[in-house]
């Protein structure tokens, strides 16, 4: 069974902290990974992307990606309550198919 | 507007009736998924379809069933449904030779059994 695993949640962290989500995966066959966020009702959307071993910033978010570990994680900075939603991590499997396989996801709460 | 949309947004219906569920895409995309989200939050592979393959998963019911009349859309067909259908269905849609990039996800369909 290749799996996407999150850490447990909820998590909550004030406003201007740092959250950190992290997620591990049992395909080592796996290139790339993904950070989707999940407002209430609403559908994920993708907001970040890395495939290389690293780090891999784009305004308040840093993703990190360690291959050998089988380890990603999403850094936000300066927490808003605009962030408090549900964050999927995700990998692409290997072989033909493509498929984005999700972990369960971490429910995030930015507090005022 | 370019997106993935589907049909209906909300759905009510009583066990053992057939439905289906309309997705449509316009951005071009070679490959289209339907996903199920339980009420846990959690997003789980149904089927992954483009013009070459289908890929079904094998925990998915055979009442489930896609239909793509055409590379823009898949249908998902639902047949004797039961109280445990009830979730959310989304549909997505990527470039295949692309897949690394991501989907494009529908707003999904709240299908709820009684």
């Known amino acids: 069974q290749k799996e996407v695993e999150q850490n447990s949640g909820p998590l909550s962290v004030p406003e201007g902290a740092i959250a950190s989500l992290n997620c591990t995966y049992s395909d080592r066959g796996s290139q790339s990974f993904f950070w989707y966020r999940q407002y209430s009702g609403k559908s994920p959307e993708l907001i970040m992307s890395?495939?290389?071993?690293g780090d891999k910033e784009d305004g308040r978010f840093t993703a990190q990606l360690n291959k050998a570990s089988q380890y990603v994680s999403l850094l936000i900075r300066d927490s808003q309550p605009s962030d408090s939603a549900t964050y999927l991590c995700a990998g692409i499997s290997s072989g033909s198919a493509r498929q984005l396989t999700f972990g369960s996801g971490t429910q995030l709460t930015v507090l005022p | 507007d370019t997106a993935v949309s589907q049909t209906p947004k909300y759905l009510v219906t009583q066990m053992g009736n057939d439905k289906s569920i309309k997705c449509e895409q316009n951005l071009g995309h070679d490959t289209m998924y339907w996903y199920k989200q339980d009420s846990k939050k959690f997003l789980k592979i149904m089927f992954s379809?483009?013009?070459?393959?289908?890929?079904i998963n094998e925990t998915v019911p055979n009442r489930f069933s896609p239909k793509s009349p055409d590379k823009a859309h898949l249908n998902l067909h639902i047949n004797s449904l039961e109280l445990g259908d009830s979730a959310v269905y989304f549909c997505?849609?990527?470039?295949?030779?692309?897949?690394?990039?991501?989907?494009?996800f529908g707003s999904g369909t709240r299908l709820t059994v009684v």
């Open positions: 379809y483009n013009n070459k393959e289908l890929i």
């Open positions: 890395i495939y290389s071993n």
């Open positions: 997505a849609s990527s470039p295949y030779e692309q897949g690394g990039y991501g989907y494009t």
